[in-house]
């Protein structure tokens, strides 16, 4: 079964296309043709703002939340679509001199709203851990793990996701918004439009962006800074989506989807061993992925020994059954391990996070028939969190559905995978020295497995320094930062970073 990823590789999410793990994926009815006339519309309200408090790392920080929107514009200076965004802001005598991060989550189609209350905003929602339910009370509390307490946070939900709206049909809306080139082209321009308007083009800026937000983000550091103006201090891409080709199976040659996978397999069955996830456990799986296990593969399975060879190391990686490890020559895919690892317990696992499952409503079927355990288990937490907080807490009064993640925008999306975000990752760090950039990933993510981002490091040049482009792997998954633990050490990377205490 061939799995795509709704990235989160948003995460995620996710790789380029709706999770296929149902026979039947229903999609996002409302809003697949947006009104022609402004008019039909009723405006956005002004920017609200409320005063909160949380307690981040030990000490309470206040803050502003502000929920607001900003225009897209085309040449003629028509408003053709309206993105919300929702800011964290510390004041003080030094409000100026803070950092502000700007924040995506991927999909294409998902909001921020991941990064917001489950990663780095000051409050968060439970989600994306083994136990969680879709019933459990949508309540925010306190985010210890927050990066508020050294940079302030402004989250942005592209057109189609959250309360983000087009104002043109179908067709211009897929022309102006859901191209790679069109998402980083208005994109750019809302962050400038954002820095304007609460004059912060001064301020030191950030990107941080999850799964197809990683892929975004080189590219939009590079617009921003040759483009827009707008010079980038750091980036932080969260489990990123940065090869597509390497990922797919579109290739019947190519070796790297088994090597790249075949790391975060044995990292999961390492993780239900109660093994720790580390250098030193997963090294030699990435030295045997390198070398022995690439050398037996392109052997091909007409060489019986190198394929003995191959299945039986690949079966004690992974924890599979040895006879269907060899019945499959050793080229385990990502569906066939989520269902087979937890089969005994009539479970299915996670591509985000594959100790993180579900009962299989289907177990005798043949045909895998069920959608991704972990993403649909965090549709209603999150979204209810999301649109209470803003309608409510802030008070933000806006009637529309809140998109934590459109399958709409997913489908009409133009996947023109000829633009590579790693192309403009060089042009960008080499163009700024100064530019710093942190890559971070969860051991256990199938999505967008981390291996993937170590191969692609590998091959850079070392402009000079020794760890220009940092990589930091963290027990969990896609959502790695839903583990408490995982996220407190992931916090910590990414204030050095910042230079922060």
Not at 11 to 38: F, I, N, R, V
Not at 131 to 158: C, R
Not at 295 to 305: I, N
Not at 325 to 347: C, F, P, Q, S
């Amino acid at each position: 079964m061939r799995i795509t990823t709704f990235v989160s590789c948003f995460a995620l999410l996710m790789a380029m296309g709706a999770p296929t793990y149902a026979a039947d994926k229903p999609a996002d009815k409302p809003g697949k043709e947006a009104p022609k006339d402004d008019g039909e519309l009723a405006p956005f309200p002004a920017p609200k703002s409320v005063k909160q408090t949380a307690t981040i790392a030990g000490k309470r920080v206040e803050y502003t939340a502000t929920v607001g929107s900003l225009p897209v514009k085309d040449e003629k200076g028509k408003t053709i679509g309206e993105v919300v965004y929702t800011a964290y802001t510390v004041a003080g005598s030094g409000a100026a001199a803070r950092p502000v991060t700007f924040a995506f989550n991927g999909g294409p189609g998902a909001s921020s709203v991941y990064l917001n209350l489950g990663a780095i905003g000051p409050k968060q929602v439970a989600f994306g851990k083994a136990g969680d339910s879709p019933s459990d009370p949508a309540i925010l509390k306190d985010n210890a793990n927050s990066w508020l307490d050294f940079t302030d946070l402004v989250f942005i939900d592209p057109i189609g996701t959250g309360f983000s709206r087009t104002k043109v049909d179908e067709e211009q809306t897929k022309k102006a918004f859901y191209t790679a080139d069109s998402d980083i082209h208005y994109l750019s321009r809302i962050i400038y439009d954002w820095l304007l308007t609460n004059n912060r083009l001064t301020s030191k800026k950030y990107l941080v962006g999850e799964s197809y937000g990683g892929y975004r983000l080189p590219r939009l550091a590079y617009y921003l800074q040759s483009r827009i103006g707008v010079g980038v201090s750091g980036m932080t891409l969260v489990s990123p989506y940065l090869d597509p080709p390497a990922i797919g199976e579109a290739d019947a040659l190519s070796p790297l989807p088994w090597m790249i996978n075949l790391t975060a397999m044995a990292a999961g069955n390492f993780e239900r061993q109660g093994k720790p996830l580390n250098e030193t456990t997963m090294g030699p799986v990435e030295k045997y992925d390198r070398t022995e296990f690439m050398q037996d593969l392109m052997a091909g399975p007409r060489d019986k020994a190198a394929t003995d060879r191959l299945s039986a190391k690949v079966a004690e990686l992974t924890g599979l059954d040895p006879k269907l490890v060899r019945r499959m020559n050793g080229r385990i895919d990502i569906g066939t391990y989520l269902r087979e690892i937890h089969r005994a317990e009539g479970k299915v696992g996670s591509v985000y996070d594959s100790n993180v499952t579900a009962f299989d409503p289907f177990p005798s079927s043949a045909e895998a028939r069920y959608n991704d355990p972990l993403l649909d288990g965090l549709i209603a937490p999150t979204t209810s969190a999301m649109a209470d907080f803003v309608t409510n807490q802030v008070g933000w009064k806006v009637e529309a559905r809140y998109n934590a993640l459109s399958y709409e925008v997913n489908k009409l999306w133009d996947r023109d995978d000829t633009d590579n975000p790693v192309t403009d990752l060089r042009k960008a760090i080499a163009n700024d020295p100064k530019m710093a950039v942190t890559i971070v990933h969860g051991w256990n993510d199938l999505s967008c497995p981390y291996f993937g981002s170590r191969m692609l490091i590998d091959q850079m040049p070392t402009y000079g320094v020794a760890e220009r482009v940092k990589l930091r792997m963290y027990p969990g998954g896609h959502m790695f930062y839903a583990r408490p633990d995982s996220g407190a050490a992931f916090r910590k990377d990414v204030m050095a970073m910042y230079d922060a205490k």
